[in-house]
C-alpha cells in the first residue's frame, strides 16, 4: 500500500488560494508527481505572475520567481546552463497566453527540454477579473462588463491547438480538472510530461482547466458546471501531440 | 607572453567575456553591437558555455535571468532600443539580488534613433535602468584594450555585490579595431559556484528560492541596503582618469569616444600654451565627483563638458560637483553624427581665447 502523505514539496502552511480555486489541486499534483518520479531535490520551479505567483508562499522546494509572461525565457536560461534539473515553469493565461505570448511560442519552437503547466481558468484572478486571452465569447469579466465580444477582442486563444502545430514539441495536452477523471488524466499527463523531459526529450506542455469562482461569481460547484457547459466544449481536453505514441 | 590581438572593440568584450568566465549569453540582433553575439555563437560552445539568440530582447534579458539564478556568468548585449526593452529585466535583476552583465553598444536616439554611434544613453544607464530606483555600477571603456579589462572584471564586482553591471560604450568604439592584450582564461569550478545558486539541491537541506517580490519591509529594507551599497562605490569603487590637471585653467570633463576625441584637442591647445586638462570618468555610476569637487576653482576658469550627444546629459552630475564656482560649457554632436577633434578643439578654442582676448 502506497503512503498517503503531504508532499515535502508543499510549504508546511495552509493554502490562501480563494475557496474552491484549482490552484491549489493542480500545485498538489505537480509536488505528487514530483515526488512520485523521486525527483523532489531536483525539482526547480519557475514562478510567474498572477495568482500563481503566490506559489512563492506554498512551494516548499527551489523556485525562481521571474516577471510577468517571462517564465520560458528564465527556463531557457536555467536549463541550458543546467540541464540534469527537472525545470517546469507553472503558468496562467494571461502570463503564458498574453504577455508572454512570444515566449512561450519560441521555446516551444526551440524545443526546450523543460515543461510548461498551464493553468487556464479564463481570468485575471489577482489584478481583480479583467478579461483574459482565454476567456470565452460573451463571458462577463471587469472589462467586458457586457460579456467579451469578438468584435472588438477577438477569440479566446486555443494553445494546445497552438504549440501542436510546432515542429519541436513532444507532448502536448489539455486536461480539465473539474472532474476525478480529469484529476487523474492529468496527474498521469504530467508524470509523462516530467519523464521524457528527464529522458531528454524535449519541450512538453500540460494545459489545466481550472476556474475563478471569486472572479466568475459562482460557487464552487456551480464554476464546475460552467466548466461542463461551456470552457470544456471550446477547450477540448485531449492529447494534442505525443511523439512517444506509436514508437 | 600576452596574448596580442587586433580585434573589433566588440570583439574584445566577448572574449574577454569569455576570460572572464562567462558562460551564458542570451540577445537579439541590433546594430551596432552584431559582433558580440555572433563571436560568442561559435565562441561559447567551444569553452562548454550556452549560446541562444533570442525572440526579443525582453526574453534575453529574462533567459540571462534564469542563468544567473544557476550561478553561471551571464551576459546580454544591446543598444540603446534594446536596453529600453531590457529595462524590466535589468529592474528584475537588481530586485533578486542576481549578478549579471548588460553590455551597451550606443547609438543615437531616442526611439529608433540612429544606427549611427552615440552617447546619448548617459542618463538611461546611470538615473534610470528600469522601474524602481536602483542602480547599477557603469562602466565606460574609451578603448578597444579598456573595453576588454573592464568586462573581464565585470562579474566580479557584479558578485560581489549581487547586482547587474552595466557596460557603456557607443557604437564607433564597437567597431573601430584596435590592438588588444587579451587577459588570460579565469578557471571557475563548480564549488566556486555562489552560495545562493540554484545548482544544486541535493545535499543542501534548505530551500533555494530566489525571488524579486518582497513583503514591505523586507522590501523597504532591502531599498535601504541597496542605497548603503550605492555609497560604498562612492568610496571604493570610482574609475577616473585625470589628465594634464595639475596647472589646469580649463577642464575637460568627458568620457568613452568623447574623451578620445578631446585628449587630441586638448593636446593642441596645450601647445598653444593653453593650460587645460581632462577628467575622465570610467565608471559613470559612481560618479568621480571628488575628481570635480576638488578641482582648485581659484585657478579654474571653465569646464567644457563634451559628449557625442546633444544635449549634454552629464552636465547635471558636473554641475552639482562645480556648484557655480565657474561656468560650464557644453559641446557635442549627436543623432549618429561624430565628434571630431577639429570640432571640439574649435568649441574650446572660441571661449578659450575669447576670454583671454
Excluded at chain 1, 529522458?199 to 464552487?220: H, R
Excluded at chain 2, 534575453?60 to 539564478?69: D, K, R
Excluded at chain 2, 565608471?283 to 570635480?292: A, G, N, W
Amino acid at each position: 500500500m502506497a503512503e498517503y502523505k503531504r508532499s515535502q514539496l508543499l510549504a508546511d502552511s495552509p493554502s490562501g488560494y480563494c475557496p474552491g480555486c484549482l490552484h491549489g489541486l493542480a500545485t498538489k499534483l505537480i509536488a505528487e508527481v514530483i515526488d512520485e518520479l523521486g525527483q523532489a531535490d531536483n525539482s526547480l520551479n519557475v514562478i510567474s505572475v498572477g495568482c500563481s505567483a503566490l506559489n512563492i508562499l506554498y512551494w516548499g522546494g527551489d523556485f525562481l520567481s521571474v516577471a510577468h509572461g517571462r517564465a520560458p525565457a528564465a527556463a531557457t536560461g536555467i536549463k541550458r546552463v543546467n540541464p540534469e534539473r527537472l525545470v517546469f515553469a507553472y503558468q496562467g493565461d494571461g502570463d503564458l497566453a498574453a504577455i508572454g505570448l512570444a515566449e512561450i511560442m519560441s521555446a516551444a519552437n526551440r524545443g526546450e527540454n523543460f515543461t510548461v503547466i498551464f493553468a487556464n481558468n479564463q481570468t485575471y484572478g489577482m489584478t481583480g477579473g479583467q478579461m483574459a486571452p482565454t476567456t470565452l465569447i460573451g463571458q462577463k469579466t471587469t472589462t467586458t462588463v457586457y460579456g467579451r465580444d469578438p468584435a472588438t477582442t477577438g477569440y479566446p486563444l486555443k494553445m494546445c491547438e497552438l504549440i501542436s502545430t510546432l515542429e519541436a514539441p513532444r507532448f502536448v495536452a489539455r486536461y480539465a480538472l473539474n472532474s476525478p477523471k480529469g484529476v487523474s488524466d492529468a496527474r498521469k499527463g504530467i508524470k509523462k510530461a516530467f519523464q521524457m523531459q528527464l529522458d531528454g526529450k524535449g519541450f512538453t506542455f500540460i494545459e489545466l482547466l481550472t476556474n475563478c469562482p471569486t472572479n466568475w461569481k459562482m460557487t464552487p460547484l456551480q464554476t464546475f458546471d460552467y466548466m461542463n457547459s461551456n470552457t470544456i466544449p471550446y477547450f477540448k481536453p485531449g492529447v494534442y501531440k505525443d511523439t512517444e505514441a506509436n514508437g | 607572453m600576452g596574448d596580442k590581438r587586433f580585434m573589433k572593440g566588440n570583439e574584445a568584450i566577448a572574449e574577454a567575456a569569455v576570460r572572464g568566465g562567462c558562460r551564458f549569453f542570451a540577445g537579439y540582433p541590433i546594430t551596432p553591437q552584431n559582433e558580440i553575439p555572433e563571436y560568442l555563437s561559435w565562441r561559447l560552445p567551444e569553452v562548454g558555455g550556452a549560446f541562444v539568440q533570442g525572440e526579443s530582447e525582453v526574453a534575453s534579458i529574462n533567459m540571462v535571468y534564469g542563468a544567473a539564478a544557476m550561478g553561471t556568468r551571464a551576459l546580454t548585449s544591446s543598444s540603446g532600443p534594446g536596453i529600453s526593452l531590457k529595462a524590466e529585466g535589468i529592474s528584475y535583476l537588481a530586485a533578486a539580488a542576481l549578478p549579471a552583465v548588460i553590455v551597451n553598444i550606443s547609438r543615437g536616439g531616442p526611439g529608433l534613433g540612429s544606427i549611427q554611434p552615440a552617447q546619448s544613453d548617459y542618463l538611461q544607464a546611470t538615473k534610470a535602468l528600469g522601474h524602481g530606483g536602483f542602480h547599477a555600477m557603469v562602466l565606460a571603456p574609451n578603448s578597444a584594450q579598456e573595453a576588454a579589462d573592464l568586462v573581464y572584471d565585470a562579474w566580479e564586482y557584479a558578485e560581489r555585490d549581487r547586482n547587474p553591471v552595466l557596460v557603456l560604450m557607443d557604437g564607433c568604439l564597437g567597431n573601430i579595431m584596435e590592438e588588444v592584450e587579451l587577459p588570460p582564461m579565469k578557471e571557475l569550478h563548480d564549488e566556486d559556484l555562489p552560495e545562493w545558486s540554484l545548482t544544486r539541491r541535493n545535499g543542501r537541506d534548505w530551500q533555494g528560492n530566489i525571488t524579486p517580490i518582497y513583503t514591505e519591509l523586507i522590501l523597504e529594507g532591502l531599498n535601504a541596503m541597496a542605497g548603503e551599497m550605492y555609497k560604498a562605490w562612492e568610496e571604493d569603487d570610482v574609475k577616473v582618469e585625470e589628465f594634464m590637471l595639475d596647472d589646469a585653467e580649463y577642464v575637460v570633463v568627458a568620457y568613452g569616444i568623447a574623451s578620445r576625441v578631446s585628449k587630441e584637442a586638448i593636446l593642441k591647445l596645450r601647445e598653444e600654451g593653453v593650460k587645460i586638462g581632462m577628467i575622465r570618468p570610467i565608471t559613470l555610476f559612481p560618479f568621480p565627483k571628488k575628481s570635480i569637487r576638488n578641482l582648485d576653482f581659484t585657478k579654474v576658469k571653465g569646464i567644457f563638458d563634451i559628449e557625442m550627444t546633444v544635449p549634454a546629459q552629464m552636465r547635471e552630475d558636473i554641475e552639482l560637483q562645480v556648484m557655480d564656482r565657474c561656468p560650464i560649457y557644453e559641446y557635442g554632436r549627436s543623432g549618429g553624427c561624430l565628434l571630431d577633434d577639429d570640432g571640439v578643439y574649435d568649441a574650446i578654442a572660441e571661449i578659450v581665447k575669447g576670454e583671454d582676448a
